[in-house]
């Protein structure tokens, strides 16, 4: 019975006293910046008690938000999680929105 070689042990025997291919720095760059995620967490400017007062807010117009403390207070367009009520009272519920210019807009999708 013929034993099976796993992948690398296979492109060694192969390429016998060949390095092994290596990324480049441009490449490695490039994988980083593809799985980079920026999580911004952030606060509404009323603090809604539930996911739904806010679901409901939003429906009726704008809702601003905003990032506490040394973080913000901008928010970047895009998605944001949302958490309330606010500190100190403990969170309960959390909200993924998208926010355009500071604010989720009217109508918009609230998770």
């Given amino acids: ?12 025997k192969q390429n016998a006293g060949r390095d092994p291919p290596r990324f480049s ?3 490695a760059a490039q ?5 980079s995620v920026e999580i911004v967490m952030a606060y509404t400017e009323r603090n809604y008690r ?4 806010l679901r409901a807010a939003v429906e ?3 809702v601003r ?5 040394p973080f913000g207070p901008d928010v970047k367009d895009g998605v944001a999680y949302i958490e309330g009520p606010h500190y100190p009272e403990p969170h309960k519920w959390y909200a993924s929105a ?4 500071g604010k989720i807009p009217q109508g918009a999708k609230v998770k």
Avoid: I, N, Y
């Avoid at 994988?31 to 799985?35: G, I, K, L």
């Avoid at 539930?50 to 007062?53: A, S």
């Avoid at 998208?98 to 210019?101: E, L, P, S």
């Fill in 50 to 53: 539930t996911k739904k007062e």
């Fill in 1 to 12: 019975m013929r034993r099976q070689l796993d992948p690398v042990s296979r492109w060694h």
């Fill in 31 to 35: 994988c980083r910046a593809a799985v």
């Fill in 25 to 27: 720095t441009q490449v």
């Fill in 98 to 101: 998208m926010v355009v210019a």
């Fill in 65 to 69: 938000v905003f990032q506490p403390g």
């Fill in 60 to 62: 009726k117009g704008d």
